[in-house]
């Protein structure tokens, strides 16, 4: 059975730029959340999407937005990226939002 | 007050003991736990959940549940080297489907 896979593994773009992150749930799975881990903040939640709907939201800016497929994929933005945006975002899936099981992650550095 | 709390370690164990874990929540309501284990630039791995006061035993791990005290801890029995890593606990706060808070970690290292 494949896991969750996030897409890109790495990523490099410069401050005031935007990014899209994508992730793919384990086959089966409707609800996809993401998170954000830095070293100093530790894990944080941004958001989940449970059937293309937010069920969800962390404490995050609005720069930060989501948005779930009818296939149960989950795409991530970022708008207007800042120094501070650099971390490893997380993506986990699970079949009703309880067990999560995380994917490799994708590591945004802005310069 | 921290929503989940662990303390950061290390926490340091010979070969073959016990290694014992601990993690408190501050939201009484909260119903369901959750440890994940992450090696150094890998990602989050589940490795135990918890749902009810007691414990829940899988292989050489157990969670421990305790509701009253809003205590969760794990048991790592015959650590092994290939355990050193940090884990975390999770809680999932009442009526937010979805969504782990997580505490900060807790290192622990296996000594040979």
């Known amino acids: 059975k494949a896991g969750v896979t996030q897409t890109p593994r790495y990523l490099i773009k410069t401050r005031g730029q935007q990014v899209t992150l994508s992730c793919s749930p384990i086959?089966?799975?409707?609800?996809v959340s993401w998170y954000q881990q830095t070293p100093g903040q530790g894990l944080q939640f941004l958001f989940e999407?449970?059937?293309?709907?937010?069920?969800n939201k962390g404490n995050f800016p609005g720069r930060f937005s989501g948005r779930q497929f009818s296939n149960s994929r989950s795409e991530m933005n970022v708008s207007t990226l800042e120094l501070g945006d650099s971390a490893l975002y997380l993506c986990?899936?699970?079949?009703?939002?309880?067990?999560?099981?995380f994917g490799q992650g994708t590591r945004l550095t802005v310069v | 007050q921290k929503e989940v709390e662990q303390n950061s370690g290390p926490l340091s164990v010979p070969e073959g003991a016990i290694a014992s874990l601990n993690c408190t929540y501050s939201?009484?309501?909260?119903?369901?736990f959750f440890w994940y284990r992450q090696y150094s630039g890998k990602s989050p791995e589940l490795i135990m959940f918890?749902?009810?006061?007691g414990d829940k035993e899988d292989g050489r791990f157990t969670a421990q549940l305790n509701k009253a005290s809003q205590y969760v801890s794990l048991l790592i029995r015959d650590s092994q080297p290939s355990d050193s890593a940090t884990y975390l606990c999770?809680?999932?706060?009442?009526?937010?489907?979805?969504?782990?808070?997580f505490g900060q970690g807790t290192t622990l290292q296996v000594k040979p």
């Open positions: 986990a899936s699970s079949l009703r939002g309880q067990e999560a099981f």
């Open positions: 086959s089966g799975h409707r609800s």
């Open positions: 999407y449970f059937s293309e709907t937010q069920r």
């Open positions: 939201d009484r309501g909260s119903q369901s």
């Open positions: 918890i749902y009810s006061n």
């Open positions: 999770a809680v999932n706060p009442p009526g937010n489907t979805g969504k782990l808070i």
